[in-house]
């Protein structure tokens, strides 16, 4: 019996998928069958999480490519048709945080800049020339594409000293859910996640911050911070035949904490 979440002909690219929320779904992909082309800019990072998954017995390929520069996303996307043949799957998952250190009053030009380069641009540059090699598969009759976007639970809230991170996050909402209506056409669905509050290297300040883990982990009904390893089974999900009709979502993963 073929399991409905065998991923053993896909290819996924996930970019940032060198560590964090990234790395835990490249190894839950990984570990079901899917090939996984994993996009970060720092080289040591890549090795390690390519190790990881080379040494559970997955296909992997590492490529240092920061995604806010446009040709090195078109020649990262070439390299893994290059070895992979075909790409089924892109999760866009690259991102910065705000750090929530400065009013807006002082926000720079530069700092505003820079978030929505990686945050915004960045999933522009990784979904467009991954979604042009889908339609034109679809055109030969291959009609199969996932594109997600790891979007941010701080979309839903009023997010100080850190609007530029928040909305940088709901404009990825909205290109979710415009590209998802555009390419349904072509069996491409889109959907974005929306992650509540997760140990990575983003959170590490936060973490060690005691006045803000007392007053927020209460406020998480489950009543933890997420592991990356709690974004596996939404990716294994999205990038299986299980999500055919689930698309132009903003899918909430955040242990209850925005109903609380
Ligand atoms: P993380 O551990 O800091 O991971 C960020 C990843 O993005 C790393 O793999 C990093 O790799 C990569 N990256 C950053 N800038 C890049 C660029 N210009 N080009 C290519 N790769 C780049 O943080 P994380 O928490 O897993 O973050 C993953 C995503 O989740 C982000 O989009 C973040 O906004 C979102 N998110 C996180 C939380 C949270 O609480 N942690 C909550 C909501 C949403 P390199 O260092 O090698 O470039």
Redesign the pocket.
């Known amino acids: 019996m073929t399991s409905m979440f065998d991923l053993s002909n896909r290819v996924a690219v996930i970019?940032?998928?060198?560590?964090?929320?990234?790395?835990g779904m490249a190894q839950a992909l990984a570990r079901h069958g899917c090939a996984v082309s994993i996009?970060?800019?720092?080289a040591d990072?890549?090795a390690a999480a390519e190790a990881s998954i080379k040494d559970a017995g997955g296909r992997v390929q590492t490529l240092v490519?920061?995604?806010?520069d446009r040709i090195q996303a078109d020649r990262a996307t070439q390299a893994t048709l290059d070895q992979f043949g075909r790409i089924d799957g892109c999760f866009a998952?690259?991102?910065?945080?705000g750090g929530g250190r400065h009013a807006f009053i002082d926000r720079t030009p530069e700092d505003w800049r820079r978030m929505f380069?990686?945050?915004l641009d960045?999933v522009f540059h990784a979904l467009q020339p991954i979604a042009r090699h889908m339609i034109e598969r679809a055109s030969h009759g291959d009609k199969f594409g996932r594109l997600v976007a790891?979007?941010?639970?701080?979309t839903l809230f009023g997010t100080a000293r850190n609007e530029h991170?928040a909305a940088s996050?709901a404009a990825v909402n909205s290109v979710m859910q415009a590209l998802a209506v555009e390419h349904a056409r072509f069996g491409i669905t889109a959907n974005a996640i929306?992650?509540?509050?997760?140990?990575?290297?983003?959170?590490e300040g936060l973490q060690s911050n005691d006045k803000f883990m007392a007053n927020a982990v209460p406020r998480i009904p489950l009543r933890r911070?997420?592991r990356?390893e709690d974004f596996g089974g939404i990716a294994v999900y999205l990038m299986s035949g299980a999500s055919a009709y689930h698309t132009a979502d903003c899918i909430v993963i955040d242990g209850g904490y925005s109903v609380f």
């Not at 790891?150 to 701080?154: L, N």
């Open positions: 970019t940032g998928g060198n560590g964090g929320i990234g790395l996009w970060g800019r720092n990072k890549n490519c920061d995604v806010s998952n690259a991102g910065i945080g380069s990686v945050n960045g790891t979007s941010s639970m701080a991170y996050k929306l992650p509540g509050w997760v140990d990575t290297e983003m959170t911070f997420a990356p």
